[in-house]
């Protein structure tokens, strides 16, 4: 690694390490590299890989094994580690030899990104890696992939269906939740005039950053699933979140998933196509035959996506309790100033009203596995992949115990960001639905202490602001961005349930 002049960032905790190269897969859209320890260590890292794998993130997760001159002979560490994986990966398995080290790094490298892409785990046994190798290094052409394309007479086929309908929409996966998917959407959308949306929310059609979305789908009455699972965020394409009649075309690069599409679906009559086809490479064929035909749908669908409560431009929290609006208000401008940004949100209840109320170019989001904890090595990864951007991550105070460590991390490496802390001293996710199950009465287990997270990070040597009304946001705000520094904005907030804009 030293030869190859390749840069390592250490982290403080081994999740934190594929957690880092989940956002910088989403970013690049190259495969992020994790190198871990073994036994424990993998152990402590793999929590990570749902996230990624739900997020369909590229990763290369590399991670040490014990010797395979030792294996079955109770060895340091020993533990069948490909098999631990294998559930939250897309490919698990060993290196056996140092001769066909490089084809292996080559061959994860390709499923990270093949089709659906996803995180590959790759184990390197110690004798393996101490062994000495002469093999010419791998031509950069054993790492390229291929896409698979959508067929004239199916991309044909898809058109005339889109013709027909009225109230057609086509909903992408969250490997599409990027820059480059995003560009892509936008372009098919105008070059069909069908609304274009990207899912990558564990809420699903109640998607707060979607705001009425769930009102239109109701209408529609044809989907293209573009890389999009017909799964329980789509609540398996079912009535009454989806329309009877309405009529599905699935085109996906996964065989399995098509399946799974049909078995969702249920009645053959609604699903009109099904075909593999890469998700980019769908879009890109279609935007370029298509002609637009309509234009009042797209609009509709545009104003439900952009509908918000017009109470949340001023409404306030109580004395000492900001309301999540204000920080989303304040977070708002901040990134709108800035050049270039990315939005980082992450978390149960807090991180809800923050998609909901920011918007921003780039943004990286826990995504459809619904795990919390990966806000601050996204942000990050996010500042590694985007040095010049200004980065800010949304997180509950749950979630900032699971790596708030990782600001020693951000500042050995100078890698200054924005934190936003909504302290509420509660697990509230949870408490919400206690709350509306069992009752206030009934309610427990769920609080924390309203620490002072802005301290904390401050002794770590980063920046530390504490916010106890929303007249001092914007101050706090830019006070942490001018700081050069890793910095957090512990911010007092009311304990409230995730916003709704279904109207």
Known sequence: ???????????????????????????????????????????????????????????????????????????FQEMAQAAVAAPLVKAAFTATSATTLATDLARAWRQAKFGRPGPVYLGLPFDVLEAICEAAPMDQAAFAVKPIPLGEAVAQA????????????????????????????????????????CMESPRGVNDPSLGAF???LKEADLLVLLGKRADFTLRYGQAPAVGAACRFIVLDPDPEALRQAGYAIGDPARLALAALADPFAAAARLAGLAKPARSGWAGEVDAAVRARPAEWATIAGKPGAVHPAEIGRAVQQFVDAAPEAVFVA?????????????????????????AIGSALPFALAAKLARPNASVVALLGDGTAGFHLTEYDTAVREKLDFVGVIGNDSCWNAEHQIQLR????????????????????????????????????LAVALARASKSGLPACVNVLIERLPAPAAHA
């Not at 058109?159 to 820059?179: F, H, N, Q, S, W």
């Not at 992450?346 to 619904?370: L, V």
Request: glycine share 14%; aromatic share 4%; charged share 20%.
């Open 1 to 75: 690694a030293l030869d190859a002049q390749l840069d390592i960032v250490h982290v403080r905790h081994e999740a934190a390490a594929v957690h880092m190269a989940d956002a910088w897969g989403r970013l690049t859209g190259e495969p992020g590299v994790a190198l871990l320890t073994g036994g424990p260590g993998h152990a402590n890292g793999v929590s990570a890989l749902y996230t990624a794998l739900a997020s369909e993130s590229p990763i290369v997760l590399l991670s040490g094994e014990a010797p395979l001159a030792e294996r079955h002979k109770g060895a």
């Open 158 to 197: 898809v058109l005339v269906e889109l013709a027909r309908a009225k109230r057609p929409l086509i909903l992408a996966g969250p490997a599409m939740a990027t820059d480059r998917g995003r560009a892509a959407l936008v372009a098919v959308q105008g070059a069909t005039g069908v609304p274009a949306l």
């Open 214 to 216: 769930a009102r239109v």
């Open 346 to 370: 992450d978390g149960g209840e807090f991180g809800q009203w923050a998609q909901a109320c920011i918007s921003a170019p780039t943004r990286i989001i826990n995504g459809p596995a619904g």
């Open 437 to 472: 199950t069992y009752g206030r009465e009934r309610a427990h287990g769920c609080e924390l202490l309203p620490t002072r997270y802005d301290r904390a990070v401050a002794g770590l040597g980063g920046h530390g602001e504490h916010v106890e009304r929303g007249a001092d």
